[in-house]
Each structure stands twice: as C-alpha cells, then as structure tokens.
C-alpha cells in the first residue's frame, strides 16, 4: 500500500524558513512525480511545485518561484520543500501527492503538474503558518 507522510509544518515568523518532508512507503522512487499543493481557508488546493524523477525535472508556481525548493533523496524515499522568505499568504494546509505516470503528461500542455485531478495518492497535510 502506498503511503505519503509530511512533516515539518509549523508556526514561523514572517521572512523566515522551514523545510517540509513527504515520505514514501509502499513504492519506489523511479519513474514518479511528487507535487506539492497547498490550501488556504477558503481557497481552491493549488499546486506549488512539483519533481519528476523520470527526467529531473522540477516545476514552481510563481508564487514561490525564487522561494521555495524542491528536492528529493531516492535512498530514504522523501522529496523536501524547502521554503524560505516566508510570507503570510503562504499560510495553508500543505500536501504532498504523487503521480506515478508523469511520462504520460509531462510536456502535454503549461502547467499540467498542477492537474490534482491526475495525482494518485495524497498525504493528509501539515499546516503551515506564517505570522507578520
């Protein structure tokens, strides 16, 4: 069985950092893709970055664009999101989400990673608060 566990959500000051951690059980880290959405009270889940393992490829909303990054370590099955310059308005419910046929998509059509609907599984969130 497939699982997705994040961590390292938590209150932080305006500015400042934290680092999110998705790990896997139940799968491999080849040939897969792990995005990464968020969601406000009151807002939509939208998708904030995700990395494709079956060519490294690794995407950015423009709303964390130059903020945040994403990483993956194979060996311990977890992809990280590093998340620095922290602004209020990145306060959300964080979720990571994989897909395991990103070869079926990727390049299809501008922003297809931010699809949920072709994510297969989904971890259960870890809220992030950013105070002013």
């Known amino acids: 069985e497939v699982q997705l566990v994040e961590s390292g959500g938590a209150v932080a000051q305006a500015g400042g950092s934290l680092r999110l951690s998705c790990a896997a059980s139940?799968?491999?880290?080849?040939?897969?893709?792990i995005g990464w959405f968020r969601q406000a009270p009151g807002k939509e889940r939208e998708g904030i970055s995700c990395?494709?393992?079956?060519?490294?490829?690794?995407y950015y909303a423009d709303s964390v664009k130059g903020r945040f990054t994403i990483s993956r370590d194979n060996a311990k099955n977890t992809v990280y999101l590093q998340m620095n310059s922290l602004k209020p308005e990145d306060t959300a419910v964080y979720y990571c989400?994989?897909?395991?046929?990103?070869?079926?998509?990727?390049?299809?059509?501008?922003?297809?990673?931010?699809?949920?609907?072709?994510?297969?599984?989904w971890g259960r969130g870890t809220q992030v608060t950013v105070s002013s």
């Open positions: 989400a994989l897909l395991g046929t990103p070869e079926k998509y990727s390049g299809t059509y501008w922003g297809w990673w931010r699809n949920r609907n072709l994510y297969d599984y």
């Open positions: 139940g799968l491999t880290f080849d040939d897969i893709a």
């Open positions: 990395i494709d393992s079956s060519d490294d490829s690794t």
